[in-house]
Antibody, heavy 121, light 108 residues
Framework: QVQLVESGGTLVKPGGSLRLSCAASGFSFSDYSMTWLRQAPGKGLEWVSCVTSGGTTYYADSVRGRFTISRDNAKSSLYLQMNSLGAEDTALYYC???????????????WGQGTLVTVSS | EIVMTQSPATLSVSPGERATLSCRAS??????LAWYQQKPGQAPRLLIYYASTRATGIPGRFSGSGFGTEFTLTISSLQSEDFALYYCQQYNDWPRLTFGGGTKVEIK
């Protein structure tokens, strides 16, 4: 079955950097668009970034220029490089998969359990 | 940015009763609307996409309707496992995806 396991979340100081990873299994990773979303403590959901199966990337305005999404299909892994972190980036970061191969439907049928990023001095 | 507004914020329902959740978009999203369920400590679960298509494995008691700016998620007969938080998400304006603030369905 589809499994997504995020890692890399930790406490980081304002202005710092962090790289999140998402290990995928149970499906043909290279065939699917993959996305990062986040949820601040006690708050709602926010879309962060997406990389299509073809490698096209998209970013929310709130992170463009600071975050970089990438994928390694050979390792079935998704990454999010986060720079210039601020308190507003504190959240549980989820990796999620598009339901359909070779498309970007912009909905998410499989999610990991999330990795917590806390930005604080 | 398309703003998604969900109502009510909290819905108190007895088991076995029907629950009706609303989601309104600040401008038309056509039928590009999804619903998710989230339980405490868990990731969201996709219930409905294209406003009314149930995702794989979702029970038939969940149904979605609407088009344009007004959408509804109906749970026909609430089961104990349905008490949770529900979010709507528009994807008409991709990649500028936006979510509603959520409706909590609690036991009455």
């Amino acid at each position: 079955q589809v499994q997504l396991v995020e890692s890399g979340g930790t406490l980081v100081k304002p202005g710092g950097s962090l790289r999140l990873s998402c290990a995928a299994s149970g499906f043909s990773f290279s065939d699917y668009s993959m996305t990062w979303l986040r949820q601040a403590p006690g708050k709602g959901l926010e879309w962060v970034s997406c990389v299509t199966s073809g490698g096209t990337t998209y970013y929310a305005d709130s992170v463009r220029g600071r975050f970089t999404i990438s994928r390694d299909n050979a390792k079935s892994s998704l990454y999010l490089q986060m720079n210039s972190l601020g308190a507003e980036d504190t959240a549980l970061y989820y990796c999620a998969r598009d339901p359909f191969e070779y498309s970007s439907s912009w909905v998410f049928d499989s999610w990991g359990q999330g990795t917590l990023v806390t930005v604080s001095s | 940015e398309i703003v998604m507004t969900q109502s009510p914020a909290t819905l108190s329902v007895s088991p076995g009763e029907r629950a009706t959740l609303s989601c309104r978009a600040s401008q038309s999203v056509n039928y590009n609307l999804a619903w998710y369920q989230q339980k405490p400590g868990q990731a969201p679960r996709l219930l409905i996409y294209y406003a009314s298509t149930r995702a794989t494995g979702i029970p038939g008691r969940f149904s979605g309707s609407g088009f344009g700016t007004e959408f509804t998620l109906t749970i026909s007969s609430l089961q104990s496992e349905d008490f949770a938080l529900y979010y709507c998400q528009q994807y008409n304006d991709w990649p500028r995806l936006t979510f509603g603030g959520g409706t909590k369905v609690e036991i009455k």
